[in-house]
């Protein structure tokens, strides 16, 4: 079973950046591919962002991600990033760190981190 931990969210005002981490454990993570979601107050989950952990570093995004939003991993050090830029309101959210076999398909889910966007 493979365990995600995030860690980075907190309170940023509009405009501003956050980076989030994920660090990666247990269980054979290689075979996965690594993933963010967001699940904003009052609605479900939804997908952010993925990257492909082993045999190269293709990422993918959502619309409201493409642009704003980039995916990295560092395989030495088992964790996978997500950098937000230009940030608003409508980013506030939980946000979850996934191992998705494949993407878009998550198969572990980290405990998630809270972004709040707010002047």
């Known amino acids: 079973q493979v365990q995600l931990v ?11 950046s956050l980076r989030l981490s994920c ?8 075979a996965y591919d690594m993933g963010w979601y967001r699940q ?3 609605s479900g ?4 962002a993925a990257i492909n952990w082993s045999g190269g570093s293709t990422t993918y995004y959502a619309d ?3 642009g ?6 560092d395989n030495a050090k088992n964790t996978v990033y997500l950098h937000m830029n230009s940030l608003t309101p409508e ?4 946000y979850y760190c996934t191992a998705d076999s ?10 998630g981190t809270q972004v709040t966007v707010s002047s």
Do not use: H, M, N
């Not at 989950?45 to 952010?48: G, H, L, M, P, S």
């Open 45 to 48: 989950r939804e997908f952010v």
């Open 40 to 42: 904003a107050p009052g």
């Open 102 to 111: 494949p993407v878009g398909r998550p198969d572990s889910w980290g405990q």
């Open 23 to 30: 660090v990666i454990s247990g269980g054979t993570f290689s």
């Open 64 to 66: 409201s991600a493409k």
């Open 6 to 16: 995030e860690s980075g969210g907190g309170l940023v005002q509009p405009g501003g």
């Open 91 to 94: 980013d506030t959210a939980i």
């Open 68 to 73: 704003r939003f980039t995916i990295s991993k």
